[in-house]
């Protein structure tokens, strides 16, 4: 039984299946001490989004086979960079956010008013 929780305070719901993501690579925006990126929210990326993210070095559109990474497309659920979400939000390009599957360490970045006004399921 899964302990997550979301940012809402109930039991964190899987993000996406196909792509696989996650730190875990388990579908769920969990993360642990390990992850440097704390990959805790769960978005539906956007193009305008995913340009904004290549040009801040992060490609997330070309696919990295030797990492099983088939790239994201506009449409995609992916658990994304707490920080990053903060840096698009601040750039006027927040992809929508899915509050269920968002883990609750995202609110040390961002507060929830902010992640509902981008949700996708409010």
């Given at each position: 039984?899964?302990?997550a929780?979301?940012?809402?305070g109930?039991?964190?719901?899987?993000?996406?299946?196909?792509?696989?993501t996650?730190?875990?690579?388990?579908?769920?925006?969990?993360?642990?001490?390990?992850?440097?990126?704390?990959?805790?929210?769960?978005?539906?990326?956007?193009?305008?989004?995913l340009?904004?993210?290549?040009?801040?070095?992060?490609?997330?559109?070309?696919?990295?086979?030797?990492?099983?990474?088939?790239?994201?497309?506009?449409?995609?659920?992916?658990?994304?960079?707490?920080?990053?979400?903060q840096?698009?939000?601040?750039a006027?390009?927040?992809?929508?956010v899915?509050?269920?599957s968002?883990?609750e360490?995202?609110?040390?970045?961002?507060?929830?008013?902010?992640?509902?006004?981008?949700?996708?399921?409010v």
């Open positions: 039984m899964r302990k929780r979301n940012v809402l109930t039991q964190l719901e899987i993000c996406c299946g196909a792509p696989l996650g730190w875990y690579r388990n579908g769920f925006c969990e993360t642990d001490p390990t992850d440097r990126g704390v990959h805790v929210v769960c978005v539906e990326v956007t193009d305008e989004f340009e904004f993210s290549q040009l801040r070095g992060n490609d997330l559109s070309t696919p990295a086979p030797e990492f099983h990474f088939p790239g994201l497309k506009a449409g995609d659920r992916w658990c994304l960079c707490a920080s990053r979400w840096e698009a939000l601040l006027g390009v927040a992809p929508p899915i509050l269920q968002t883990e360490s995202a609110l040390k970045y961002v507060t929830l008013e902010q992640l509902k006004k981008h949700a996708l399921d």
